[in-house]
């Protein structure tokens, strides 16, 4: 894997219908160095990019609680069916936001600023690094490049399961709730 990393911003968009467990939606984008025009992805291996974010840590824009996450893709590739795209989470899950297409043969256009979401890291803690690992899943030589991406954070400053009880304590509510937990304790 080659591992890189960038340039971000934090801003935020807030709905305008006040409610109590208002969702936040905050944005983190990825952009390479002026003086590189966009990350190869090679064809033997992986492409590592991060993103550390604070997830507006401190402002009224602050996510705690994750509902669902996107990556939002600018990428070109000789065969686009063949790119298969994975998100890492800060707490370590780790979700497969694109697979292999074997009638995707385009090799023109690409994903031009296209979101890929997930909700495997619903309730997660979104402060940290995010990773984005992007390789081809296929026996022929491919290549292709990454111009940018932007991780979006879907979630809410409060508890969203305050009331959910846990059945079982290897479930993700379980998982989440002890984290948070653990959390709020340092």
Request: aromatic share 10%.
């Amino acid at each position: 894997m080659i591992g890189v990393s960038g340039f971000y911003s934090c801003e935020a968009y807030v709905p305008l219908i006040p409610h109590p467990r208002q969702n936040i939606a905050v944005f983190e984008h990825y952009s390479q160095p002026a003086s590189v025009a966009a990350w190869e992805i090679p064809s033997s291996r992986s492409v590592l990019l991060k993103i550390p974010t604070t997830a507006c840590q401190g402002q009224d824009t602050q996510v705690n609680y994750l509902e669902h996450v996107q990556a939002v893709v600018t990428l070109n590739a000789t065969r686009r069916g063949d790119v298969e795209l994975f998100m890492t989470s800060p707490m370590g899950t780790r979700s497969m936001i694109l697979s292999r297409r074997v009638n995707d043969d385009d090799h023109r256009d690409g994903f031009t600023k296209w979101p890929f979401m997930t909700t495997h890291t619903w309730g997660e803690y979104p402060q940290g690094t995010w990773l984005l690992e992007v390789s081809f899943n296929s026996q022929a030589p491919q290549s292709g490049f990454i111009k940018e991406w932007t991780l979006m954070l879907h979630g809410t400053r409060d508890p969203p399961y305050s009331d959910l009880p846990v059945s079982d304590p290897h479930s993700k509510l379980a998982l989440v709730k002890k984290a948070h937990e653990e959390r709020n304790k340092l």
